[in-house]
């Protein structure tokens, strides 16, 4: 049984940049309108923290919960994908990592895909999740 807890609605336009809010809230005249493939992780962990009913991980918001191995709850496998992104783009100027941190980040990922699958009560396929990662190094290895 998910715990739903009282929805109160922030004010969110202060929390965004102006290219997150044109995308969010595009102009009334139609010149500009945002499409998913826009949303990047930064703006969706804005809109999942506040926005939405899921509950804040054990260590809180904003907080690396990767030393809390055992809160599997949704709150926190957002977090930790946060917390994924901001190494990789904190431990290179370019964005990129090495083949074997690309592996390790990957296999971080399946987990906390996996934890977030349990809640949500739904199982990809582990052939898919392959295809997907084969895919993503076909591209890294052209680039």
Known sequence: MVNRQKLTMRPIKPLLNNDQIMLLFPDPHGNKVGTLDQFDISLLYILIRNVSTVPAPVTG???????????TSLGASVERIRSFRNHISGHSADGKISRQGFEDY??????????????????????????????????????
Not at 114 to 130: F, H, K, N, T
Request: glycine share 2%.
């Open 61 to 71: 918001w904003n907080n690396d919960p990767c030393d809390q191995p055992r809160d």
């Open 106 to 143: 990957w296999r971080k990922f399946e987990y906390v895909i996996r934890d977030i699958e349990a809640v949500l009560g739904e199982w990809v396929c582990s052939q898919e999740l392959e295809k997907q990662r084969r895919q993503v190094i076909s591209i890294y290895e052209a680039c």
